[in-house]
């Protein structure tokens, strides 16, 4: 029998932080294994499609489908969360789904929809398609989705109010304080949404992660006894340095500083900080004397993921240094740079002159910290951020974070010296360098030729061919 030909729908949810890695499993489909890739995204009013990083297509074996933008507003508190936003608006989107993938010719042959698109399992098999789900994130917070619906039966009373961490099978217990976002207020939609998800991610045929087998050996293998379904670690997806020319002043700046003497400070592309914070973190820098690259945001009070549905579509917000303590950009014009919104940031954690990254410990920012071998300051803010800080800190040694977690107290200028000063500092960070560096060389072997990422796609690819032969 002749092997069936391949093509993938993958479909994505709205969020830069979502589109990044479906991008980058799109290139590794077709650089490495020739499958064309039809990408269906999500999009949002708030996030026009031209914003999208999904726009341009390099390749005629990828096609970029953009969505009709879905309104959901009659369908939506005003006060929402941003994990109930993306699920209503993932539902809401499912018959566009279904006719594009109808009228795509070629059509798609397999569908792997992204962790917000789990709903999608039913237009796949209408249409004859075997599914992956592809968790963007690393294997614990993977269990810990899996496993929800498990704790939700066990547990009595909100998890954050709990005295006992809570136990996963074969995987690291969850701290209570480091639940993810849905599952702080379990009244709350999204903890419903959350608690869903989980339960049909086992539904697919596989689980496609965005780590490597050995950067967390026991969640992988703790997920494959939970989840039930053959699991791919197939990471570290990042995305290439952006283009020569991108933010030439910058760079320029960056080329002239020592070798890994500036820390790089950003918060994702829907991180904010509240006025006090910003103040604070801005003395913190400069007390520290090191050099440093910004991307400041304006304040915002609330919500720590309040820019998540419109931060990267080049909205400017070029007046940032009205928020900064007076006197502060003068005093540190030969220490820093401050950049208002957006930073080309593959390109900065790729520059020899850069040594740390303060981060709010959103996976790709995570993943793009480790594939360029920085050290870190973790400094969580929302979804899955303070697990990842843990996992950064305590089982893989390649961050340092504040005390009290930054959503539950300002952390003052002081400490934030010092941890600057524990990264920077070259003696003081020597174990973490080294480390981190190690990590990187790891990586590079897991998605090089026969490494276990490569290898793991190659098995989802062979599962899908097998699938569709026994037809
Ligand atoms: N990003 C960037 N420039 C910025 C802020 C973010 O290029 O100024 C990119 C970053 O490189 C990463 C993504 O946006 O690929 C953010 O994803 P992450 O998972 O770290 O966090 P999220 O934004 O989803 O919270």
Known sequence: METPVLHAAILSSPGMG???PVLQLANHLITHHQIPVTVLVVTTHTSPPESHPATASSSNLLRIVQLPPVDVSSLLDPTATVVTRLCVMMRAALPSVRSALLNSS??????????????????????????????????????????????????????????????????????????????????????????????????????????????????????????????YPIGPLTRAAEPEGTNTELMEWLDKQPVESVLYVSFGSGGTLSSEQLTELAWGLEMSQQRFIWVVRAPVGGHADASFFSSGNGASNGGVADFLPDGFTDRTRNLGLIVPMWAPQMKILNHPSVGGFLTHCGWNSTLESLVNGVPMIAWPLYAEQRMNATFLTEELGVAVRPKVLPMKKVVRREEIEEMVRSVMELERGKGMRERVKELKVDAEKALSKAGSSYNSLCEMIKDCQMRLESR
């Open 18 to 20: 979502h589109q990044i």
């Open 106 to 231: 070629p059509r798609p042959n397999f569908l792997i929809a992204d962790l917000f698109g789990s709903e999608s399992i039913k237009i796949a098999d209408e249409l004859g398609m075997p599914k992956y789900v592809y968790i963007t994130s690393n294997a614990w917070f993977a269990c810990l989705t899996t496993y929800c619906d498990v704790l939700d039966k066990e547990v009595v009373g909100q998890y954050v109010d709990q005295t006992e961490v809570l136990r996963i099978p074969g995987c690291k217990p969850v701290r209570p304080e480091d639940v993810v976002d849905p599952m702080l207020d379990r009244n709350d939609q999204q903890y419903r949404e959350f608690v869903r998800m989980g339960i049909e991610y086992s539904f697919f045929r596989g689980i496609l992660l965005n780590t490597w087998e050995d950067l967390d050996r026991r969640s992988v293998d703790a997920l494959r006894s939970i989840a039930n379904v053959p699991v």
